[in-house]
């Protein structure tokens, strides 16, 4: 090449040069700065986080005021929701049964009273109710009593036939039923306080004397479990080991294993096996306590239709059910409200014909039953389906609703102490802009975790979003991340 050819070269490369866009590595970096900086950059990044290596995430966010899509990360993906299958339940169940729909608990009889003998079958007719305490039926009973009524010459029947005899959901485990989380349902249950985890007691253990065997108690009081204890005190320097376990099938508890002296009580929630023999015994004791003799048996059957209504216990409303039902991710009373949703609409308690008519509502809230696979209500079943974007568009779509505010109300709040407030958020973002900010649904069963709801961002918007994530090992690292995410949108 001539050096006037080489000339010629350099010059044609110059002006090439010229005409393309040149980015400096300053500018690199801030167009990466920028990106950073975006709710998209951010929450791409978040979702880079090594616990999530190998898992499903799902992540749809939505402007609150108009519903436009502004996020979404497999937002369409089908994902098991856990808990935040109890936000399809509950918004439907104000929208079919309203927010003072309250259950009932009807004392009936075919007999008559004559002077202080009522000669007939007492029936204990269960309508569902998640909130009858054992003080209930102690006043159910002494009503009875102030009518004069001292013998019942007949049986004390429990009717639980409001809903169908299918006690478990249909993916229901062996290892869940005896979990307070894994109750049985019946149209005819009790709790033992008023956290109303309906069909259970709670079993308590007390450190004694060094070497002996500890106390154990239950709440409330009944012969229908019987308890075996095989726990000793040990000394105050060793660890705690307990164990309770509910035979399969029957009422027998056995708990097992050390506890320390000095160490506090230790409570467990136990679920009972046939929840409506559970509320005959504690009825039963109720009446002996006012002094009222039943000559029969105690037994289960159905009310006749010719009976008279002696006495009526009403649930709190549905409005403040929820808070406890959500606040607390309470599975039976989901449940209940599909199978009574059920009962209501098409007079079949069941969960068949309660989730069909869930899934026909769904549309009224923006939500494809087509895209839902729903085997329950409460979201503990492994095997149902739903996407990120049709549970912000649920959420988008009940803020026209007129019960809107008891359904909003009834979400955990970040951070939150109180235990009706915080719910399952209270120990959770607190000290960030999420701290009593982001309104939302927990949901947590084995390999999956997940949070939906609301929160307002740095400059006043209101979004709706939802964090579903399947197949992890540990699924408590996911609440690292779905933290970490609600807090980004609260500094948007």
């Not at 079943?381 to 809107?404: A, D, K, M, R």
Request: glycine fraction near 8%.
């Amino acid at each position: 090449m001539t050096q006037k050819m080489k000339i010629c070269f350099m010059i044609f490369c110059l002006l090439l040069l010229t005409c393309i866009p040149f980015h400096s590595t300053n500018a690199f970096i801030t167009e990466v700065k920028a990106e950073g900086s975006s709710l998209e950059g951010k929450i791409n990044m978040i979702l880079q986080n090594n616990d999530l290596n190998g898992v499903i995430s799902g992540v749809s966010v939505r402007n609150a005021t108009n519903g436009k899509l502004i996020y979404e990360h497999n937002g369409s993906v089908q994902l098991r929701p856990a808990s935040n299958m109890k936000l399809i339940t509950a918004a439907v169940a104000l929208k079919i049964l309203g927010p003072n729909y309250t259950f009932s608990t009807e004392v009936r009889s075919d007999g008559s009273l004559k002077g202080k003998v009522l000669t007939g079958n007492l029936y204990v007719k269960g309508k569902g109710d998640p909130t009858l305490l054992e003080e209930d039926l102690q006043a159910l009973a002494l009503t009875l009593k102030q009518k004069g009524i001292t013998r019942i010459k007949g049986n004390l029947v429990g009717d639980d036939t409001w809903y169908d005899n299918v006690r478990y959901s249909i993916d229901t485990t062996w290892s869940d039923e005896q979990e307070y989380y894994g109750a049985a349902i019946s149209a005819l249950t009790a709790s033992p306080d008023e956290d109303y985890d309906a069909g259970t007691v709670i079993v308590e253990v007390k450190p004694q004397s060094l070497g002996k065997p500890a106390s154990i108690s239950v709440t409330p009081k009944t012969n229908y479990i019987q308890v075996h204890n095989k726990v000793k005190t040990i000394h105050s320097d060793g660890k705690k080991n307990l164990t309770v376990t509910r035979q399969h099938g029957s009422n027998k508890i056995t708990l097992e294993g050390e506890i320390p002296q000095g160490s506090s009580t230790d409570k467990t929630w136990i679920a009972v096996w046939e929840p409506t023999g559970y509320v005959l015994n504690l009825f039963k004791a109720a009446l002996q306590k006012q002094g009222i003799v039943v000559e029969g048996q105690v037994t289960t059957g159905i009310t006749p239709q010719k009976t008279e209504v002696l006495v009526v216990d009403r649930s709190i409303p549905l409005s403040k059910l929820i808070v406890p039902f959500m606040k607390l991710s309470n599975n039976t009373h989901a449940e209940i409200l599909v199978k009574e949703m059920g009962k209501v609409k098409a007079d079949e308690g069941s969960w068949e014909k309660g989730i069909e008519i869930v899934k026909e509502q769904l549309q009224g809230f923006g939500v494809s039953k087509d895209n839902l696979l729903m085997r329950d209500g409460s979201g503990l079943s492994h095997v149902n389906l739903v996407s990120p974007n049709e549970l912000t568009n649920l959420l988008y779509n009940v803020q026209g609703e007129p019960w809107f505010q008891d359904f909003k109300n009834s979400l955990p709040v970040a951070g939150d102490s109180n235990r009706m407030v915080g719910g399952t958020l209270r120990n959770r973002m607190k000290g960030t802009d999420a701290e009593g900010n982001v309104i939302a649904k927990t949901g947590s069963i084995t390999s999956v975790s997940s949070l939906s709801g609301y929160v307002t961002t740095k400059n006043g918007a209101k979004l709706v979003f939802s964090i579903i994530i399947n197949n992890a090992i540990n699924e408590d690292n996911l609440k690292k991340v779905e933290d970490q995410i609600a807090i980004a949108l609260a500094q948007y």
